[in-house]
C-alpha cells in the first residue's frame, strides 16, 4: 500500500504544521532527499489547516512530550 486516508483535527494538523516550520536546513535537506519536499507537504496541509473550523479548539495543558 502507498497511500492511506486518516483523520486529523484541527489540533493535530496544526502540530505538524508546527513541527514542520521548526525544521532545521539540514534537516530539511536529509527528509527531501528521502521522502520530498517538506516545504510542498506543509503548503499542502496548510491549504486544508486553513480550511477547518477552529472555532471547536480544544485547550490543552502543556505536558513534557516523552517520547
Known amino acids: 500500500m502507498t497511500e492511506d486516508f486518516i483523520k486529523l483535527n484541527v489540533q493535530e494538523l496544526g502540530i505538524i504544521l508546527s513541527a514542520l516550520q521548526l525544521l532545521e536546513h539540514r534537516d530539511e535537506n536529509l527528509i527531501a532527499k528521502e521522502y520530498g519536499s517538506a516545504s510542498t507537504l506543509y503548503h499542502r496541509l496548510q491549504e486544508i489547516y486553513d480550511r477547518m473550523d477552529h472555532s471547536v479548539t480544544q485547550?490543552?495543558?502543556?505536558?513534557?512530550?516523552?517520547f
Open 59 to 66: 485547550q490543552f495543558e502543556y505536558e513534557e512530550a516523552s
